[in-house]
């Protein structure tokens, strides 16, 4: 596995996180755990719902679209979860249209 996804958990109290990995399962869990890999951001803020996440073409557009996403007001995180095309620029993403995708 070689792509690279960005990803949207939500915490219990609706706030949005924003982050980058491999393995979106692997590091979902890793965050609902609580564990020493859970970013200190949401600890204790469980429970975490991940909302959505999308494949990018490599790690270096993937950590550009992370810091982009960061800087996004909430009303159009949102917009991202509930499948408003267009928000995030085709140069980030694989393949023609990319893989979006709301988590189960």
Avoid at 12 to 23: A, F, H, P, Q
Wanted: net charge positive; glycine share 10%; proline share 5%.
């Amino acid at each position: 596995m070689n792509e690279w996804f960005v990803y949207l958990i939500r915490t219990n109290r609706g706030t949005l996180y924003t982050g980058i990995t491999r393995d979106v399962e692997r590091r979902f869990e890793e965050h609902s755990s609580g564990g020493p890999k859970a970013a200190k951001a949401l600890r204790g803020r469980g429970p975490l719902t991940l909302e959505f996440h999308c494949a990018v073409a490599d790690k270096s557009a993937a950590l550009k679209l992370e810091m982009e996403i960061k800087k996004w007001p909430k009303k159009k995180k949102e917009a991202l979860i509930t499948g408003a095309g267009g928000l995030i620029p085709a140069a980030y993403l694989t393949g023609p249209k990319g893989v979006v995708d709301k988590s189960q």
